[in-house]
């Protein structure tokens, strides 16, 4: 069985920083594709940031040049860097990872969800 385990959400005034980790753990070969999502109340949920195997990622235009996305495909972990905060980033952000499982095909999973409050 193949859990996301997400970590590092909270309360924090505009202008913080915050890191968010997802470690993915089970039975499966490797990660494909990692990505941070968010969703607030009546909204769908919206693509945050997405990092590939090799390395390549991409961003939602409101997050680039204060958001990082990086991962250690060793730990089959994904962080998510935020920096300078804003209330618009509050939501609940969840961890998806699309993930090679032992019979070579994908399958698509995703965290429990974690709270991201950006308030003064």
């Known amino acids: 069985q193949v859990r996301l385990v997400e970590s590092g959400g909270g309360l924090v005034q505009p202008g913080v920083s915050l890191r968010l980790s997802c470690a993915a753990s089970g039975s499966f070969l490797r990660t494909n594709l990692m990505a941070w999502y968010r969703q607030v109340p009546g909204k769908e949920r919206e693509l945050v940031a997405r990092i590939v195997w090799g390395g390549a990622s991409d961003y939602a235009d409101s997050v680039k040049g204060r958001f990082t996305i990086s991962s250690d495909n060793a730990k089959n972990t994904v962080y998510l860097q935020m920096n300078d905060l804003k209330p618009d980033n509050t939501g609940v952000y969840y961890c998806?990872?699309?993930?090679?499982?032992?019979?070579?095909?994908?399958?698509?999973?995703w965290g429990q969800g974690t709270q991201v409050t950006v308030s003064s």
């Open positions: 998806y990872a699309r993930l090679l499982n032992t019979e070579y095909t994908y399958d698509d999973y």
